[in-house]
C-alpha cells in the first residue's frame, strides 16, 4: 500500500465507521474507483483498532460504569442499571459473535460484490428512513429489556453483509423498538464496542499464525487517522442526530446505491 492508500482508507474508514452508511461498502468502493488493489486484512485490523478506540475514548464514562456492572454481574447482582445495561449489551454482542465465527468466511468470500452492496445500501436506506419516520422515539436506554438486546443484536449480527451499516441497522432496530434517536445512537455504538474487539482480536491472531509481514509505521498511523476521524465523526452524529435524524443518511445510501448500479451496468 502507498501512503495516500493508507491515509485515504483510513479517513473513509473512520468517517464511515459510526455514520449509518456502511464502512465496508466504501473499504471496498473506495479502491475499486481509484483502482487500488485489495487493502488487505492487516490494513482492516489497524482501522478498526483505530475505531475501537474512538468509541473507548468518546463513551469512557460509560465504559467505565460498564465494566462497574460487568463486575456486579460476575458477583452475582444485577439489580444495578449499569449491571443491567451490561447484561443486555452482553446479550447483544452473541449473535454477531457466532454469526461471524459461523459464516464470516462464507459472506467474506460471496457477498463482497458492488450488485449486494447496492441491494444493502437501498434496501436498508429504505428501512432506515421508515424507522426515522414512523418510529415512536420515547424510550430511553433506561428502559432496555431483554427482548431489545436480542432484536438489536440480532439486526447488528446483518451488518457482517458488506454495504449493511452496523450503525444504521443497529440504530434503525432501536427506533423501531420505539427509542429516542439519541438514545439509539448510543446504545449502538457502546454494542460495538465488544463486536469490534472480538473482530480484531480474531484478525490479529490469524495474522500472527499465518505469519504475514506487517507494515507498524505504516498500520499505526492508519489507526491514528482512522480513530481520530472516527471520534469526530461519532462527535458529530452524537450532537447532530436529534436534529437532522436518519434522513439524510438514507437518502445519500439511495444515491450511492444508484450511482454503483449506473457504474456496473
Known amino acids: 500500500m502507498t501512503w495516500l492508500q493508507t491515509i485515504v482508507l483510513a479517513i473513509v474508514q473512520g468517517l464511515t465507521e459510526f455514520l449509518p452508511i456502511s464502512s465496508s461498502g466504501h473499504l471496498l468502493l473506495v479502491p475499486a474507483v481509484f483502482g487500488w488493489t485489495d487493502q488487505g486484512l492487516t490494513f482492516d485490523v489497524a482501522v478498526h483498532f483505530g475505531s475501537l478506540l474512538a468509541v473507548a475514548v468518546y463513551f469512557r464514562n460509560d465504559l467505565r ?9 460476575l458477583s452475582g447482582s444485577a439489580a444495578s442499571p449499569q449491571s443491567r445495561l451490561a447484561l443486555f449489551i452482553l446479550i447483544g454482542t452473541v449473535p454477531a459473535a457466532i454469526t461471524g465465527l459461523l459464516f464470516a468466511g462464507w459472506i467474506e468470500a460471496n457477498l463482497r460484490s458492488p450488485l449486494v452492496i447496492v441491494y444493502t445500501l437501498a434496501g436498508y436506506g429504505v428501512l432506515m428512513a421508515l424507522a426515522d419516520r414512523f418510529g415512536k422515539h420515547q424510550r430511553v436506554i433506561a428502559n432496555i429489556g431483554l427482548k431489545d438486546a436480542i432484536i438489536i443484536g440480532i439486526a447488528q449480527a446483518l451488518a457482517l453483509v458488506p454495504g449493511t451499516s452496523r450503525s444504521g441497522i443497529t440504530i434503525s432496530a432501536a427506533m423501531i423498538l420505539g427509542f429516542q434517536r439519541r438514545d439509539a445512537a448510543r446504545f449502538s455504538f457502546l454494542l460495538s464496542a ?30 491514528a487517522i482512522s480513530a481520530v476521524v472516527a471520534y469526530l465523526s461519532i462527535d458529530f452524529f452524537m450532537r447532530f442526530v436529534n436534529a437532522i435524524g436518519l434522513l439524510p443518511f438514507a437518502i445519500y445510501r439511495l444515491g450511492l446505491a444508484g450511482v454503483i448500479m449506473y457504474a456496473i451496468v
Open 65 to 73: 460504569a460498564l465494566i462497574s456492572g460487568g463486575v456486579g454481574l
Open 194 to 223: 465488544p463486536v469490534i474487539l472480538l473482530a480484531t482480536g480474531y484478525k490479529t491472531t490469524l495474522l500472527i499464525v499465518e505469519g504475514t509481514q506487517i507494515a507498524w509505521v505504516q498500520l499505526a498511523v492508519g489507526a
